[in-house]
């Protein structure tokens, strides 16, 4: 799918949830778009790349995913491969893990805005509603993704989405 046709698709959904949470939608779908390779990766609607933990009671689904960590020793439900990886400066892991399972994208985009909304780690992100690059800032300062390129990578994400919105004539805020 093609940023303009993502957008089309979902930008109803990301300001929905933009309005009723004060997430910017800009940066909703930046992350959206992000971690599903604009839609085309995001088996069980999961938009997001969020992982179902001990807490997560709904259907869940396990999926191979590539982390990086700066140690050897973390656990994952079955693990492929451990490598070195220099250019990044830590260990990249390739694993199968267990990845929250949605029945829509609505419902996709409503779990990821109370995620945000009810973990204290990202509240400083909440702050910048009206600035989507520093509520991405302080998503992946907190810790969002295990990539340390993953501000870099989503705010080039966010430069395509802005873009495509100025094209389509939508409002960006």
């Not at 604009?38 to 179902?52: E, K, L, Q, V």
């Not at 400066?89 to 109370?114: M, P, T």
């Amino acid at each position: 799918m093609t940023t303009k046709e993502f957008i089309s698709k979902y930008y109803i959904q990301a300001l929905r949830v933009s309005a009723i949470y004060n997430i910017p939608v800009t940066g909703i779908l930046a992350q959206a778009a992000h971690e599903s390779g604009y839609g085309n990766h995001a088996p069980g609607y999961n938009f997001f790349g969020i992982t179902a933990g001990s807490n997560w009671r709904g259907k869940r689904q396990l999926l191979k995913t590539r982390e990086f960590h700066n140690s050897r020793n973390i656990r994952y439900p079955i693990i492929i491969s451990i490598a070195w990886n220099a250019a990044k400066g830590g260990y990249e892991y390739i694993v199968r893990r267990y990845f929250r399972l949605y029945s829509s994208a609505l419902w996709a985009f409503i779990d990821y805005a109370n995620l945000i909304s009810n973990n204290s780690r990202y509240q400083k992100a909440l702050d910048y509603y009206l600035y989507p690059e520093k509520y991405l800032t302080e998503i992946a300062k907190a810790g969002y993704a295990t990539d340390p390129n993953y501000l870099t990578k989503v705010l080039a994400v966010h430069r395509d989405i802005m873009n495509a919105l100025n094209y389509l004539g939508l409002n960006e805020a």
